[in-house]
């Protein structure tokens, strides 16, 4: 994903703001960052943002992985061959982030807490020093409670936002440059979206391809009519 690609979306810039932070941070200060929030708002594209801009290793965890897999897929980002313990393995990927200088950005965090990995997280931070940004969902924080020695070393706290009118203006610009909407269909797409950047994109993509089939260049909220947007609900099914 180019750096360029969703930047004016309000939590790439939150998301953005917060590893610049850390990055920057004085020594005596920790250096996890967490970004938390409900599916579909936007925090892996602004991780993906990040990974882009700061040149940063990026890992997306599965619901299968154990630590062993965890740090395989660190040390896979990093271009370094794993060795064959996990010992080993976790002073491979502590050395390369403290002699690069690069983030670790973690996404789905969540799965490696529910396999109680987390210990494996506060290892690589204490070996390097280094910043590692973590994103997961709503209840993250309220998860890592559990391992105190890892929740009072976060620096910075990042709730994801749903977004908003400025938001949804911003995707149509990348993703409908042959159609214009008006304001007030946008605001309604926001409003059926319900925040959710994921069905904004849908909503963009059904409105866009009505207006092309139409042969417009423009399209307004009287012109979409009566149709239904995107809810993200599975509809009714109709018994005879």
């Not at 020695?149 to 995707?171: E, G, M, T, Y």
């Not at 059904?206 to 599975?234: C, H, M, P």
Request: some cysteine; glycine content about 6%; charged content about 25%.
């Amino acid at each position: 994903m180019s750096k360029n690609t969703i930047a004016a979306l309000a939590n790439v810039s939150l998301c953005s703001t917060a590893l610049d932070k850390a990055l920057h941070r004085p020594n005596h200060l920790p250096g996890m960052i967490a970004m938390y929030g409900p599916s579909g708002i936007g925090k892996s594209f602004s991780a993906a943002y990040c990974a882009n801009k700061y040149q940063a290793y990026y890992v997306e965890c599965k619901s299968s992985w154990t630590r062993k897999a965890l740090l395989h897929a660190v040390l896979n980002s990093m271009g370094v061959m794993p060795a064959k313990t996990l010992p080993e393995m976790t002073e491979q990927a502590c050395e390369q982030l403290a002699l690069s200088g690069k983030p670790l950005i973690i996404d789905e965090m969540d799965h490696i807490v529910e396999k109680k990995a987390v210990e494996i997280v506060r290892d690589l931070y204490e070996g390097s020093q280094g910043t590692i940004l973590m994103i997961g969902e709503e209840r993250l924080p309220a998860k890592l409670k559990e391992w105190e020695r890892f929740h009072n070393r976060i620096l910075d706290w990042v709730p994801a936002q749903l977004a908003d009118l400025s938001d949804c203006k911003a995707l149509v610009s990348l993703y409908s440059h042959d159609v214009v909407f008006t304001e007030d269909l946008l605001l309604e797409i926001t409003k059926k979206s319900k925040g959710v950047v994921r069905r904004i994109c849908v909503n963009i993509e059904q409105v866009r391809r009505v207006a092309v089939d139409a042969g417009v260049e423009e399209i307004s909220l009287k012109d979409w009519g009566n149709r239904a947007f995107y809810t993200g609900e599975a509809p009714s099914r109709r018994l005879t």
